[in-house]
């Protein structure tokens, strides 16, 4: 399946959409299989938001501090599109 193309999943006939997720910083040690700079395809049902994508792929709540649909802010519960690309970075602290 190509990035925008929808599919139905056999549960259901449910519609899915597929996001691209780039992990920053902390974050890609949810996913150490992706090399630097990779990122993630999901699919997932239509009207999910980025808090349900946040907890397919296993980061718990809290861990991320901003994220950025197509490069633009978004809040966890900005629900996503067939095609988005998603960058989550987690708090970052400096001195």
Do not use: W
């Not at 980061?59 to 998603?86: C, H, R, T």
């Amino acid at each position: 399946m190509s990035i925008g193309e929808v599919s139905t999943c056999g549960r259901d006939g449910e519609r899915l959409i597929q996001v691209q997720v780039r992990l920053y910083a902390t974050l890609r040690k949810y996913r150490p299989e992706l090399g630097h700079g990779q990122s993630l395809t999901v699919n997932l049902p239509e009207g999910s938001s980025i808090g349900d994508l946040l907890r397919e792929v296993g980061i718990p709540e809290g861990e991320m501090k901003q994220a950025f649909v197509n490069g633009i802010i978004q809040g966890n519960d900005y629900l996503l599109a067939d095609g988005d690309s998603l960058g989550v970075f987690p708090p970052i602290a400096g001195g």
